[in-house]
């Protein structure tokens, strides 16, 4: 009965919508309060020409608050649609990515927490900080798989697995709209950037992307098909041009792929200037023919560049683009306004707001994500009692660790790593740059028995369109780690960067690592009970750590090879200069305990195609024991092999895994049920199949899995 009553609001609305203010509902204009031309943008609501405004500007916090914007301010631009004649409210969006006033580890990190409840959390309290501020929609979660750390991107993505993409995707959606997006604390969310934009050529942002179906299908999709079956309430279309279809003109992808296939019901926001930029993108010759490209491709509203605005109308009246295909962009923009809860409150009060809690949060899901990769001679955790060196870029940073796209972050508001090994090991004897006594690094390290060594990359050095070549540990950050080797130093690297890097030999110089990221407002205390044992180091690889630039693009769901040079799975060197294996695989991290898989077994040995397709699952039961002295949290991981299928399937495919506390000694059964969507895999054309033979499944803690059990299909 609610649809229907929807829906005949929405027709009733749109029949008496004239032609301007139909277009004007699928415009887009940017806006920051303290810009010159406010006071005209608010004119063109009141005429009805804006639907919808964004709140964008730097992914950076700049100090001017440039693009501040609030409550007051959301008032103002609600109060000015409702003078419009048909007084249809304003949707306002924001990059809302990892941050708001509470800022979370980027989301590469987060990922690596696989903590799917735990993200969810952090998304529910990201949607409470920013609805306060008059947002009602998130341009996020960013589902773009990569393979490629030169791309800047690769932060604000969950990595480059499918199913990790897919479980991150449902976190996000049901964390920022939860039951509807029209209660309180709640926002519309946005899954992006549909599709392929991650793939784009050399890690160079909005390059070339070359994605067969085959891949586009098993790869690119799952997060997506995800978000969708979550309810995703709007996507947003991606910049690059897939095997020579930009996708913001591409009806196959926009409309077949999207909606037909997936089922996506909900509009379809083009990226900044994506829709204009159709033109240098070489399939359309003007901005007339952007404009009705994007929109019959699927396109339902245009972001920024007032390209629909400009042009739509004189398509509609010279027939080029029918009133009905027109109609149907308007219809998907109301049915948005309307779930969003924007007719019944354009500008909801603040809800109260737990920021410790939030923090607490941050923290939380910090110390879950930082990857222990090294440990040698189980240096850590370090005595909180000892004499320790600490120094590098990121010792006393605080922009940096908020990562990119956190406009809306307070850098202030970051705990430093000094300061949170400052608050965990108050009794330390700890010598840093800030150290009174000291000039040069040298003599600080002399003083201790172990260095830390900060290591990282400004967070302008990642994001949109900031790409590297090179993503070698940068030569003066491997110096100091030399330096402290040859004072005989035990040394512990932090690696504060946004994108996974390559250590190369430099691996070496360090005795323990941490990868921590790009880790939010909690950054330095998290790491610190990490670094002194209060927790237990527990994230894992969301994506591959590669040993050097050369070796990209490397991840762990390769395709089979004819003879045995796959360097991820068989150590070989696929190179006359360097391996084929990676530094660290995906879904790698030690712990502080060591975790055992005792026992792996089917229910069922065999299962027939019939059963699985009447909706039967395998069950695979696996044992886990916590071998060590001290609890922990492992995360284990399933992953399946079909040797012999129709099209080639990838040596290695994550097909389920779990996240759980075990106390020491303890031993503890984790139950995985895998059915035909798990089991099978889909063909070029969007068809889900699975056929007879041997299934291989690897249970372990990371994609070198080798406890295996096998399935036969019949
Ligand atoms: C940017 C990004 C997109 C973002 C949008 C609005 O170009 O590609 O992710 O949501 O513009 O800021």
Redesign the pocket.
């Known amino acids: 009965m609610k649809e229907q009553n929807a829906s005949a609001r929405i027709q009733e609305l749109l029949g008496r919508m004239t032609l301007q203010e139909k277009i004007g509902q699928l415009n887009q204009q940017?806006i920051c309060a303290y810009a010159d031309n406010v006071e005209e943008i608010k004119q063109e609501i009141r005429e009805g020409k804006i639907g919808s405004l964004?709140f964008?500007g730097s992914?950076i916090p700049e100090n001017g608050g440039t693009e501040a914007f609030d409550l007051d301010f959301t008032r103002e631009l609600q109060a000015a649609a409702m003078e419009s004649r048909l007084q249809i409210p304003l949707l306002l969006?924001r990059?809302v990515?990892h941050g708001f006033e509470t800022v979370f580890p980027i989301p590469l990190m987060m990922a690596a927490s696989f903590d799917d409840r735990l993200i969810e959390e952090c998304y529910s309290a990201l949607a409470q900080e920013a609805g306060n501020a008059g947002v009602r929609w998130a341009?996020?979660p960013?589902l773009d798989l990569s393979r490629d750390p030169r791309w800047g991107?690769v932060i604000?993505g969950p990595g480059e697995d499918p199913l990790l993409g897919s479980r991150y995707a449902a976190s996000a959606v049901r964390g920022f709209q939860g039951d509807s997006p029209a209660q309180e604390g709640r926002l519309l969310a946005?899954a992006?950037?549909f599709i392929g934009y991650g793939a784009s050529e050399g890690g160079r942002d909005y390059h070339h992307t070359e994605i067969s179906n085959y891949a586009l299908q098993n790869q690119y999709l799952p997060a997506f098909r995800a978000a969708v079956r979550a309810g995703v309430g709007s996507v947003?279309a991606?910049?690059n041009e897939l095997s020579g279809q930009p996708v913001t003109g591409s009806r196959r992808l926009l409309t077949e792929v999207l909606r037909d296939q997936l089922g996506f019901d909900g509009f379809v926001v083009s990226?900044?200037?994506g829709v204009e930029q159709l033109e240098a993108q070489g399939i359309a010759e003007n901005g007339a023919d952007c404009a009705r490209l994007a929109l019959q491709a699927g396109v339902d509203m245009d972001?920024?560049d007032q390209c629909f605005a400009r042009h739509l109308e004189a398509e509609v009246k010279a027939g080029r683009v029918a009133m009905e295909e027109l109609d149907r962009a308007v219809e998907r923009v109301l049915q948005a306004k309307l779930r969003a809860g924007l007719f019944r409150q354009p500008v909801r009060d603040a809800v109260k707001t737990d920021r410790a809690k939030h923090r607490a949060l941050a923290r939380r899901i910090a110390g879950e994500s930082m990857v222990l990769l090294k440990n040698e001679q189980s240096l850590l955790p370090l005595s909180k009692k000892g004499r320790v060196a600490l120094t590098g870029c990121m010792a006393q940073n605080r922009e940096s660790l908020m990562g990119a796209w956190t406009p809306d972050g307070d850098a202030d508001s970051v705990i430093t790593l000094e300061e949170g090994i400052r608050a965990v090991a108050p009794e330390l004897e700890l010598f840093t740059e800030s150290s009174p006594l000291f000039g040069d690094m040298t003599a600080v390290m002399e003083q201790a028995d172990t260095v830390i060594l900060a290591l990282g990359e400004s967070a302008r050095a990642s994001g949109?369109f900031h790409c590297l070549a090179d993503i070698s540990l940068p030569e003066d950050q491997a110096a100091l780690a030399l330096r402290a080797r040859r004072l005989g130093k035990k040394v512990v690297g932090l690696l504060c960067f946004g994108r996974p890097i390559a250590l190369g030999d430099t691996l070496s110089l360090f005795d323990a690592i941490l990868y921590t990221g790009h880790a939010g407002c909690e950054a330095g205390r998290a790491a610190a009970e990490l670094l002194f044992g209060d927790r237990n180091p527990s994230g894992h690889l969301a994506m591959t750590l590669p040993r050097s630039v050369g070796q990209l693009p490397l991840y762990y769901n390769a395709a089979p090879s004819g003879r045995p040079v796959n360097g991820y799975y068989t150590e070989c060197r696929n190179y006359i200069d360097e391996s084929g294996a990676p530094l660290y695989p995906f879904g790698y991290g030690l712990s502080y305990t060591s975790f055992q898989v005792e026992k792996a077994e089917l229910e069922q040995e065999t299962l027939s195609l019939s059963e699985l397709a009447a909706g039967k699952q395998a069950v695979v039961h696996i044992r886990v024991t916590n071998t060590g002295e001290r609890d922990g949290d492992t995360v284990l991981q399933l992953y399946l092999r079909d040797p012999a299928a129709s099209l080639t399937r990838p040596l290695r495919e994550l097909k389920a895994y779990e996240r759980r506390t075990l106390p020491a000694g303890e031993t503890a059964d984790f139950v995985f049920r895998l059915g035909m969507e798990e089991l099978g895999y889909y063909l070029p054309d969007g068809t889900l199949t699975l056929e007879k033979g041997e299934i291989r499944l690897f249970a372990g803690f990371d994609a070198w899995a080798e406890k295996c059990v096998r399935l036969q299909i019949i």
């Open positions: 940017n964004l964008s992914a969006g990059d990515i341009f996020a960013m991107r604000e946005c992006k950037h947003m991606s910049f990226d900044w200037g972001m920024a949109e």
